[in-house]
Protein backbone atom coordinates (compact mmCIF):
# COMPACT_ATOMS: atom_id res chain seq x y z
CA UNK A 1 0.00 0.00 0.00
CA UNK A 2 1.03 3.32 -0.66
CA UNK A 3 -1.73 5.59 0.97
CA UNK A 4 -5.17 5.25 2.67
CA UNK A 5 -8.11 6.40 0.58
CA UNK A 6 -9.86 8.91 1.45
CA UNK A 7 -12.78 7.95 3.68
CA UNK A 8 -15.19 10.06 5.93
CA UNK A 9 -16.51 8.47 9.07
CA UNK A 10 -19.04 9.92 11.58
CA UNK A 11 -21.92 8.93 14.15
CA UNK A 12 -24.69 9.89 15.93
CA UNK A 13 -26.17 8.67 19.27
CA UNK A 14 -29.94 8.27 19.40
CA UNK A 15 -30.56 9.61 22.43
CA UNK A 16 -33.53 11.85 22.19
CA UNK A 17 -34.57 14.98 19.54
CA UNK A 18 -32.41 15.87 16.72
CA UNK A 19 -31.98 19.59 17.11
CA UNK A 20 -30.61 22.50 14.92
CA UNK A 21 -27.45 21.85 16.71
CA UNK A 22 -27.15 18.65 15.42
CA UNK A 23 -27.66 19.46 12.34
CA UNK A 24 -25.68 22.57 11.97
CA UNK A 25 -23.02 21.00 13.92
CA UNK A 26 -23.27 17.69 11.88
CA UNK A 27 -25.68 16.35 9.54
CA UNK A 28 -25.32 19.49 7.12
CA UNK A 29 -21.82 18.31 7.12
CA UNK A 30 -22.76 15.25 6.29
CA UNK A 31 -24.07 15.89 3.23
CA UNK A 32 -22.54 18.31 2.35
CA UNK A 33 -19.13 15.71 2.25
CA UNK A 34 -21.41 13.23 0.20
CA UNK A 35 -20.49 15.16 -2.83
CA UNK A 36 -16.53 15.03 -2.46
CA UNK A 37 -15.86 11.52 -0.57
CA UNK A 38 -17.11 8.22 0.11
CA UNK A 39 -18.89 8.68 3.29
CA UNK A 40 -20.21 5.95 6.32
CA UNK A 41 -22.84 7.41 8.62
CA UNK A 42 -23.58 5.31 11.65
CA UNK A 43 -26.56 5.51 14.13
CA UNK A 44 -23.92 4.41 16.93
CA UNK A 45 -27.02 2.69 19.30
CA UNK A 46 -23.79 0.94 21.40
CA UNK A 47 -22.85 4.39 22.88
CA UNK A 48 -26.22 5.55 23.50
CA UNK A 49 -25.80 2.49 26.67
CA UNK A 50 -23.08 4.99 27.98
CA UNK A 51 -26.16 7.53 28.72
CA UNK A 52 -28.69 5.20 29.97
CA UNK A 53 -28.89 1.54 30.39
CA UNK A 54 -32.28 1.06 29.54
CA UNK A 55 -34.86 2.08 27.33
CA UNK A 56 -37.84 2.10 26.59
CA UNK A 57 -37.79 2.69 22.80
CA UNK A 58 -33.98 2.65 21.81
CA UNK A 59 -35.03 0.89 18.33
CA UNK A 60 -37.08 3.42 17.76
CA UNK A 61 -34.87 6.45 18.40
CA UNK A 62 -32.36 4.49 16.47
CA UNK A 63 -34.59 5.03 13.20
CA UNK A 64 -35.43 8.61 14.06
CA UNK A 65 -32.07 9.22 13.62
CA UNK A 66 -31.57 7.38 10.37
CA UNK A 67 -34.86 9.53 9.26
CA UNK A 68 -33.30 12.10 9.96
CA UNK A 69 -30.44 11.40 7.74
CA UNK A 70 -32.35 10.82 4.73
CA UNK A 71 -34.68 13.79 5.58
CA UNK A 72 -31.80 16.19 5.23
CA UNK A 73 -30.05 14.60 2.00
CA UNK A 74 -27.84 11.69 2.78
CA UNK A 75 -27.98 9.12 0.07
CA UNK A 76 -28.02 5.29 1.31
CA UNK A 77 -26.86 4.22 -1.94
CA UNK A 78 -24.06 6.11 -2.82
CA UNK A 79 -22.75 5.57 0.33
CA UNK A 80 -23.48 3.60 3.68
CA UNK A 81 -25.83 4.63 6.67
CA UNK A 82 -26.50 2.08 9.22
CA UNK A 83 -26.93 0.90 12.90
CA UNK A 84 -23.96 0.36 14.76
CA UNK A 85 -24.55 -3.24 17.02
CA UNK A 86 -25.73 -4.13 13.42
CA UNK A 87 -21.98 -4.68 12.57
CA UNK A 88 -19.80 -6.89 15.41
CA UNK A 89 -16.57 -5.64 14.39
CA UNK A 90 -17.15 -2.64 16.31
CA UNK A 91 -16.85 -4.02 19.57
CA UNK A 92 -14.40 -6.44 18.88
CA UNK A 93 -12.13 -3.97 17.92
CA UNK A 94 -12.96 -1.90 20.90
CA UNK A 95 -11.86 -4.46 22.82
CA UNK A 96 -8.46 -4.90 21.26
CA UNK A 97 -8.27 -0.48 21.30
CA UNK A 98 -9.14 -0.78 25.03
CA UNK A 99 -5.27 -2.68 24.99
CA UNK A 100 -3.90 -0.06 23.77
CA UNK A 101 -4.93 2.71 25.02
CA UNK A 102 -3.88 3.95 28.33
CA UNK A 103 -5.90 4.34 31.85
CA UNK A 104 -4.36 7.72 32.06
CA UNK A 105 -5.31 8.74 28.36
CA UNK A 106 -8.98 8.01 29.50
CA UNK A 107 -8.57 10.08 32.95
CA UNK A 108 -7.85 13.43 31.16
CA UNK A 109 -10.79 12.97 29.09
CA UNK A 110 -13.07 15.91 30.06
CA UNK A 111 -16.39 14.64 29.05
CA UNK A 112 -15.53 11.57 31.25
CA UNK A 113 -15.31 14.22 34.09
CA UNK A 114 -18.14 16.45 32.84
CA UNK A 115 -20.73 13.52 32.84
CA UNK A 116 -19.35 11.43 35.83
CA UNK A 117 -19.33 14.40 38.33
CA UNK A 118 -18.11 13.86 41.52
CA UNK A 119 -19.60 10.03 41.72
CA UNK A 120 -16.40 8.88 39.24
CA UNK A 121 -17.16 5.44 41.45
CA UNK A 122 -20.30 5.09 40.20
CA UNK A 123 -20.29 6.00 36.96
CA UNK A 124 -20.09 2.31 34.27
CA UNK A 125 -17.04 1.24 32.54
CA UNK A 126 -18.18 1.85 29.23
CA UNK A 127 -18.55 6.01 29.89
CA UNK A 128 -14.43 5.68 31.13
CA UNK A 129 -13.96 3.72 27.80
CA UNK A 130 -16.45 4.85 25.21
CA UNK A 131 -13.70 7.22 23.74
CA UNK A 132 -11.80 3.26 22.57
CA UNK A 133 -15.01 2.48 20.90
CA UNK A 134 -15.15 5.48 19.11
CA UNK A 135 -12.28 5.34 17.64
CA UNK A 136 -12.84 1.39 16.87
CA UNK A 137 -15.99 2.99 14.98
CA UNK A 138 -13.63 5.55 12.82
CA UNK A 139 -10.47 2.82 12.72
CA UNK A 140 -12.85 -0.61 11.72
CA UNK A 141 -13.42 1.57 8.38
CA UNK A 142 -9.48 3.12 8.47
CA UNK A 143 -11.54 6.49 7.97
CA UNK A 144 -9.17 9.40 6.99
CA UNK A 145 -11.49 12.07 8.14
CA UNK A 146 -14.30 13.16 10.65
CA UNK A 147 -16.74 15.48 10.80
CA UNK A 148 -16.53 16.74 14.63
CA UNK A 149 -17.54 19.23 17.19
CA UNK A 150 -15.49 21.08 19.29
CA UNK A 151 -16.96 18.96 22.07
CA UNK A 152 -15.44 15.99 20.14
CA UNK A 153 -12.01 17.32 19.10
CA UNK A 154 -10.22 15.66 22.43
CA UNK A 155 -12.02 11.93 21.46
CA UNK A 156 -10.44 12.41 17.85
CA UNK A 157 -6.99 13.59 19.65
CA UNK A 158 -7.79 9.84 21.73
CA UNK A 159 -8.37 8.28 17.92
CA UNK A 160 -5.08 9.72 16.41
CA UNK A 161 -3.05 8.18 19.88
CA UNK A 162 -4.51 4.73 19.71
CA UNK A 163 -4.00 4.87 15.71
CA UNK A 164 -0.62 5.70 16.14
CA UNK A 165 0.51 3.22 19.33
CA UNK A 166 -1.01 0.51 17.35
CA UNK A 167 1.69 0.98 14.33
CA UNK A 168 4.47 1.57 16.37
CA UNK A 169 3.88 -1.29 18.76
CA UNK A 170 3.00 -3.51 15.54
CA UNK A 171 5.35 -2.05 12.71
CA UNK A 172 7.50 -4.61 11.96
CA UNK A 173 4.94 -7.36 11.92
CA UNK A 174 2.47 -4.99 9.64
CA UNK A 175 5.64 -4.53 7.20
CA UNK A 176 6.18 -8.51 7.11
CA UNK A 177 2.55 -8.74 5.94
CA UNK A 178 2.70 -6.01 3.43
CA UNK A 179 -0.41 -4.11 4.70
CA UNK A 180 1.05 -1.13 5.99
CA UNK A 181 1.70 2.22 4.53
CA UNK A 182 4.97 3.64 5.46
CA UNK A 183 4.69 7.33 7.96
CA UNK A 184 6.76 9.34 9.50
CA UNK A 185 6.99 9.84 13.42
CA UNK A 186 9.23 12.36 14.75
CA UNK A 187 12.43 11.37 13.29
CA UNK A 188 11.34 7.46 12.48
CA UNK A 189 9.46 5.62 9.81
CA UNK A 190 6.81 3.13 10.71
CA UNK A 191 4.57 0.87 8.62
CA UNK A 192 1.38 2.20 9.80
CA UNK A 193 -2.01 -0.03 8.84
CA UNK A 194 -4.23 2.18 10.75
CA UNK A 195 -4.62 6.23 8.85
CA UNK A 196 -3.89 9.41 12.01
CA UNK A 197 -7.36 10.82 11.26
CA UNK A 198 -7.87 14.25 10.28
CA UNK A 199 -10.74 16.59 12.02
CA UNK A 200 -13.12 18.11 9.57
CA UNK A 201 -13.96 21.54 11.81
CA UNK A 202 -15.50 24.66 10.45
CA UNK A 203 -18.30 26.72 9.23
CA UNK A 204 -19.79 29.75 11.28
CA UNK A 205 -22.19 27.39 13.42
CA UNK A 206 -19.97 24.40 14.39
CA UNK A 207 -21.09 24.92 18.22
CA UNK A 208 -25.02 26.20 18.55
CA UNK A 209 -25.78 27.52 22.09
CA UNK A 210 -29.26 27.17 24.24
CA UNK A 211 -31.89 29.41 22.98
CA UNK A 212 -32.32 30.53 26.81
CA UNK A 213 -28.78 30.95 27.95
CA UNK A 214 -26.12 31.28 25.18
CA UNK A 215 -23.34 29.84 27.81
CA UNK A 216 -24.52 26.62 27.40
CA UNK A 217 -24.46 23.98 24.55
CA UNK A 218 -27.85 22.79 22.69
CA UNK A 219 -29.06 19.84 24.28
CA UNK A 220 -31.43 17.45 23.75
CA UNK A 221 -31.73 16.85 27.95
CA UNK A 222 -32.13 20.76 29.00
CA UNK A 223 -35.55 20.53 30.51
CA UNK A 224 -37.08 23.13 28.73
CA UNK A 225 -38.18 22.44 24.90
CA UNK A 226 -38.13 26.57 24.13
CA UNK A 227 -34.02 25.54 24.90
CA UNK A 228 -33.54 24.05 21.24
CA UNK A 229 -35.59 23.66 17.66
CA UNK A 230 -36.25 20.41 17.44
CA UNK A 231 -35.54 19.00 13.87
CA UNK A 232 -39.48 17.25 13.93
CA UNK A 233 -40.60 21.33 14.76
CA UNK A 234 -43.65 22.58 12.53
CA UNK A 235 -43.04 26.37 10.97
CA UNK A 236 -45.26 27.92 14.20
CA UNK A 237 -43.26 26.39 16.96
CA UNK A 238 -40.03 27.02 15.05
CA UNK A 239 -41.36 30.88 14.97
CA UNK A 240 -42.27 30.94 18.10
CA UNK A 241 -38.80 29.66 19.83
CA UNK A 242 -36.89 31.77 17.61
CA UNK A 243 -39.29 35.07 18.81
CA UNK A 244 -38.88 33.66 22.65
CA UNK A 245 -35.34 33.42 22.05
CA UNK A 246 -32.74 35.10 24.77
CA UNK A 247 -31.47 38.21 24.01
CA UNK A 248 -30.07 41.33 25.06
CA UNK A 249 -31.42 45.33 25.04
CA UNK A 250 -28.54 46.19 22.55
CA UNK A 251 -28.44 46.69 18.80
CA UNK A 252 -26.50 44.27 16.95
CA UNK A 253 -22.98 45.37 16.06
CA UNK A 254 -21.67 45.85 13.10
CA UNK A 255 -18.65 44.07 13.63
CA UNK A 256 -17.96 40.46 14.58
CA UNK A 257 -15.66 41.83 17.37
CA UNK A 258 -19.00 43.86 19.30
CA UNK A 259 -20.29 39.90 19.75
CA UNK A 260 -17.92 39.54 22.65
CA UNK A 261 -19.46 39.38 25.98
CA UNK A 262 -22.75 38.87 24.41
CA UNK A 263 -23.64 35.35 24.00
CA UNK A 264 -27.30 35.32 23.07
CA UNK A 265 -26.53 37.51 20.43
CA UNK A 266 -23.63 35.96 19.03
CA UNK A 267 -25.01 32.42 19.04
CA UNK A 268 -28.20 33.65 16.89
CA UNK A 269 -26.52 35.55 14.37
CA UNK A 270 -24.15 32.07 14.41
CA UNK A 271 -27.65 30.08 13.76
CA UNK A 272 -28.44 32.89 10.54
CA UNK A 273 -24.87 32.63 9.64
CA UNK A 274 -24.79 28.57 9.42
CA UNK A 275 -28.25 28.68 7.95
CA UNK A 276 -27.95 30.67 4.99
CA UNK A 277 -24.70 29.64 4.79
CA UNK A 278 -22.95 33.06 4.93
CA UNK A 279 -20.07 34.39 7.48
CA UNK A 280 -21.15 36.02 10.51
CA UNK A 281 -19.12 39.16 9.16
CA UNK A 282 -21.79 39.00 6.33
CA UNK A 283 -24.87 38.54 8.55
CA UNK A 284 -23.66 41.59 10.34
CA UNK A 285 -23.30 43.56 7.39
CA UNK A 286 -27.05 43.30 6.68
CA UNK A 287 -28.20 43.30 9.93
CA UNK A 288 -25.53 45.61 12.33
CA UNK A 289 -27.44 48.37 14.25
CA UNK A 290 -30.74 47.11 14.14
CA UNK A 291 -32.91 45.51 16.86
CA UNK A 292 -33.65 42.00 17.69
CA UNK A 293 -37.29 43.12 16.53
CA UNK A 294 -36.16 43.06 13.45
CA UNK A 295 -33.64 40.45 13.33
CA UNK A 296 -35.69 37.50 15.29
CA UNK A 297 -38.36 37.44 12.32
CA UNK A 298 -36.14 37.10 9.58
CA UNK A 299 -34.21 34.42 11.43
CA UNK A 300 -37.38 32.50 12.00
CA UNK A 301 -38.13 33.18 7.96
CA UNK A 302 -35.16 31.45 7.34
CA UNK A 303 -35.26 28.91 9.71
CA UNK A 304 -38.52 27.63 8.80
CA UNK A 305 -37.46 27.80 5.13
CA UNK A 306 -34.69 25.71 5.90
CA UNK A 307 -35.96 23.30 8.73
CA UNK A 308 -39.73 22.62 7.86
CA UNK A 309 -39.02 20.68 4.72
CA UNK A 310 -36.97 18.65 6.76
CA UNK A 311 -39.48 18.11 9.33
CA UNK A 312 -41.97 17.09 7.24
CA UNK A 313 -39.74 14.52 5.23
CA UNK A 314 -38.24 13.26 8.38
CA UNK A 315 -41.97 12.98 9.10
CA UNK A 316 -42.88 10.96 6.34
CA UNK A 317 -39.80 9.23 6.25
CA UNK A 318 -40.52 7.90 10.03
CA UNK A 319 -43.81 6.47 9.23
CA UNK A 320 -42.60 3.62 6.30
CA UNK A 321 -40.93 1.75 9.46
CA UNK A 322 -40.16 -1.01 6.63
CA UNK A 323 -38.20 1.42 4.49
CA UNK A 324 -35.74 2.68 7.53
CA UNK A 325 -35.01 -0.87 8.43
CA UNK A 326 -34.09 -1.97 4.89
CA UNK A 327 -31.82 0.99 4.60
CA UNK A 328 -30.50 0.26 8.41
CA UNK A 329 -30.18 -4.01 7.14
CA UNK A 330 -28.60 -2.78 3.47
CA UNK A 331 -25.79 -0.51 4.92
CA UNK A 332 -25.20 -3.03 8.40
CA UNK A 333 -24.09 -5.46 5.15
CA UNK A 334 -22.65 -3.37 3.24
CA UNK A 335 -20.03 -1.75 6.70
CA UNK A 336 -19.69 -5.58 7.57
CA UNK A 337 -17.77 -6.83 5.06
CA UNK A 338 -15.68 -3.48 4.74
CA UNK A 339 -15.58 -3.87 8.79
CA UNK A 340 -14.62 -7.65 8.42
CA UNK A 341 -12.23 -7.05 5.90
CA UNK A 342 -9.86 -4.81 8.29
CA UNK A 343 -10.34 -7.44 11.28
CA UNK A 344 -9.00 -10.13 9.40
CA UNK A 345 -5.78 -8.18 8.77
CA UNK A 346 -6.14 -6.94 12.71
CA UNK A 347 -6.17 -9.99 13.58
CA UNK A 348 -3.21 -11.71 11.31
CA UNK A 349 -0.96 -8.67 12.94
CA UNK A 350 -1.83 -9.03 16.54
CA UNK A 351 -1.37 -12.68 16.03
CA UNK A 352 -4.66 -13.91 17.15
CA UNK A 353 -5.30 -17.16 15.37
CA UNK A 354 -7.78 -17.96 12.52
CA UNK A 355 -9.52 -20.32 10.68
Known amino acids: MTAFK ?19 GAIK ?66 WIFNCVARIGWMNKMTQFKDKAGKDRENASLGL ?12 LYRATHVPVGEDQKQHLELTRDIAQKFNNDFSSRIASLGVGVEMQVGEETVNGFFPITEPVIGGPAARIMSLRDGSKKMS ?13 DDADTISKKIRKAKTDPEALPSEVDGL ?36 KPALADLAVEKLAPIAGEMRRIEGDRAYVDAVLKDGGERAGVLAETTMKTVRDIIGLLQG
Do not use: W
Open 260 to 295: ESRPEAENLVGIYAGLAEMSKADVLKEFGGQQFSVF
Open 220 to 232: KSDPSDLSRINLT
Open 128 to 139: LAYPSLMAADIL
Open 6 to 24: QLVFSGVQPTGNLHLGNYL
Open 29 to 94: KFVALQDTSDCIYCVVDLHSLTAQLVYDDLADQTRSITAAFLASGIDPKKHIVFNQSRVMQHAELA
